[in-house]
């Protein structure tokens, strides 16, 4: 069996793009995968996201859990079948063929050695958003996925729900007419992705508090610049350090401008300039702003004028379109989308739905017939068949890798506020300024690569 299942994943990978479906028969009549189908997961990380990620894999052999923290290890308990380890460069080297997948779900600064590590095993990857924690890394990344053709797939869940297929739709069947601008969001974790306003900022930098004896500190902080324990980074508050997360705009820019980046073919932005409220760079740089308005601008492409994305997190919320009735809720996380001829609202992850405002609008509209084949069993499920079938899953690398970029290079604008960035993808790099661009590609600690 195992050799029998070992042949069938082979022929997958090697029709890989080549959009060969395998019929789903083979599969089984009663929707269950046949335990020669099964894949071998393993999983770099096994608490929080990574483990909600798991549940939603279950119904695969789950092999092997890697997990710097013991503590935080939830499915450790729940899959104690698996092998467990603490360092995922010890558990590719030592599991090889036994597994066939993994599952990346780490803290931002550690996705890409993750990630990177288990492609040069040869391994299809499932990596939590976003992709990486620098534009050097994404691009390093996609540029693996691509050439040892492996199936590949980003965690934005909300790219395989029928919210962001019913808003292409729309879009492309002229509901608003030609879009202009866009205003979006994140309305969640606000002061929990923020610590410049710290009244002890310098204490907690200084500190060298005991590490706990459930975590391996050196290995939480990866490829990261090595700094003392405080309890401020780590397991969940990380996302609000610039040395660990991207803050609220790399965190939920996967989520909230997907369906726009679908729809409307974004690329990359041409010009970025972030606002920011109580935040000085140089001594809160370590940190990101309670408040932050960041202006995207997008160049004209084919039938499509340019176009303006301004986003807003923390303490500045998405302001509330004059269409919207009164007695109605504003967009906290998701999208305000403007065209030439009427408003859409969406909300994040597919939540919330999608909506013409007002709501006579909405109520005229003639809906189109579907275009865009629906994902059923969710964004694990796409991955895990995608694999098993030797097809793209929905938000690849490639795909999920340019629009975790957006993220970042807004990040990147937020540390440099007030400054209009000029951006030439290409050659990756802001024409305008050296400082912006120092942090494309922040050197790696001694001990670890991409490369």
Not at 42 to 68: P, R, Y
């Amino acid at each position: 069996m195992t050799l029998k299942r070992r042949t069938l994943l082979k022929a997958a990978a090697a029709t890989a793009f080549g959009f060969q479906l395998v019929p789903r028969h083979v599969l089984g009549g009663d929707g269950h995968t046949p335990p020669s189908r099964k894949l071998n997961i393993a999983a770099i990380g096994a608490g929080g996201q990574a483990a909600s990620d798991l549940k939603n894999m279950l119904g695969e052999n789950i092999v092997a859990l890697c997990d710097v923290d013991e503590k935080r290890a939830e499915m450790f308990k729940h899959l104690p079948d698996a092998k467990k380890y603490k360092d995922f460069r010890v558990m590719l080297g030592e599991m090889g063929d036994k597994i066939d997948a993994v599952l990346v779900g780490t803290p931002d600064h550690t996705h890409a050695a993750a990630a990177m590590a288990a492609m040069k095993a040869g391994k299809h990857v499932y990596c939590e958003k976003p992709l990486a924690h620098s534009v050097a890394e994404l691009r390093a990344l996609r540029k693996a996925a691509q050439d040892r053709k492996l199936i590949t797939q980003v965690g934005n869940q909300g790219h395989s729900s029928d919210s962001i297929r019913l808003f292409c739709e729309w879009i492309w069947d002229g509901a608003i007419g030609p879009v202009t601008e866009i205003h979006a969001g994140c309305g969640a974790f606000r002061g929990s992705t923020t610590y410049s306003q710290l009244k002890d900022l310098e204490k907690i930098l200084a500190a060298k508090d005991e590490v706990p004896a459930t975590l391996d500190w050196d290995l939480w902080q990866g490829p990261a610049a090595a700094r003392p324990y405080h309890p401020q980074f780590c397991p969940w508050n990380w996302r609000g350090w610039t040395r660990y997360g991207s803050g609220a705009l790399g965190d939920w820019v996967c989520h909230v401008i997907d369906p726009v980046f679908w729809a409307l073919d974004l690329d990359m932005p041409v010009t970025i300039q972030a606002e920011t409220d109580d935040y000085d760079p140089e001594k809160q740089g370590e940190t990101f702003p309670s408040g932050s308005q960041v202006t995207f601008e997008f160049a004209a492409k084919a039938s499509r004028g340019p176009v303006k994305l301004v986003w807003y997190d923390g303490q500045r919320d998405v302001p509330r379109p004059k269409e919207l009735e009164a007695e109605r809720k504003g967009v906290a996380t998701g999208a305000v989308v403007v065209g030439r001829h009427g408003t859409i609202v969406y909300g994040s992850h597919g939540a919330g739905g999608v909506r013409l405002i007002p709501e006579k609008a909405m109520q005229a509209y003639k809906r189109p017939e579907p275009k865009i084949p629906r994902v059923r069993g969710g964004h694990q499920r796409d991955w895990l068949d995608a694999v098993r079938e030797g097809r793209p899953a929905g938000s690849p690398f490639e795909y999920g890798g340019r629009l975790s970029e957006i993220g970042l290079r807004g990040a990147i604008a937020v540390r440099v506020s007030g400054k209009k960035l000029q951006y030439d993808e290409q050659a990756m790099r802001f024409t305008n300024c050296d400082q912006a661009n120092r942090l494309l590609d922040p050197p790696y600690r001694s001990g670890w690569s991409l490369r």
